[in-house]
Nanobody, 113 residues
């Protein structure tokens, strides 16, 4: 069956970096766009970044442009989110989503001093 497993979250100080990973199984990973979303307490889930199936095209929410980078390794069936210059407002549960609609379980990112 389809599985998306996020990892790499944790507690980091403002200005720090984290790299999230999402390992996929159960479908032909290289055929689908992948996205990262996040949901902060009391807020709606929002799109953070998207990458097309080949990795040649990416897009970002304005709030993370220039700080976050989405990438993918199709042979490893993994999508990444490199997060730099983290801010307290980046605190949220981060989810990966496959282009056909399946979600991972999420990984918590907390930015705090």
């Amino acid at each position: 069956q389809v599985r998306l497993v996020e990892s790499g979250g944790g507690l980091v100080q403002p200005g720090g970096s984290l790299r999230l990973s999402c390992e996929a199984s159960g479908f032909t990973f290289s055929m689908y766009a992948m996205s990262w979303y996040r949901q902060a307490p009391g807020k709606e889930r929002e799109l953070v970044a998207r990458i097309n199936s080949s990795g040649g095209s990416t897009s970002y929410a304005d709030s993370v442009k220039g700080r976050f980078t989405i990438s993918r390794d199709n042979p490893k069936k993994t999508v990444y989110l490199q997060m730099n210059s983290l801010k307290p407002e980046d605190t949220a549960v981060y989810y990966c989503k496959a282009g056909f609609g399946s979600w991972g379980q999420g990984t918590q990112v907390t930015v705090s001093s």
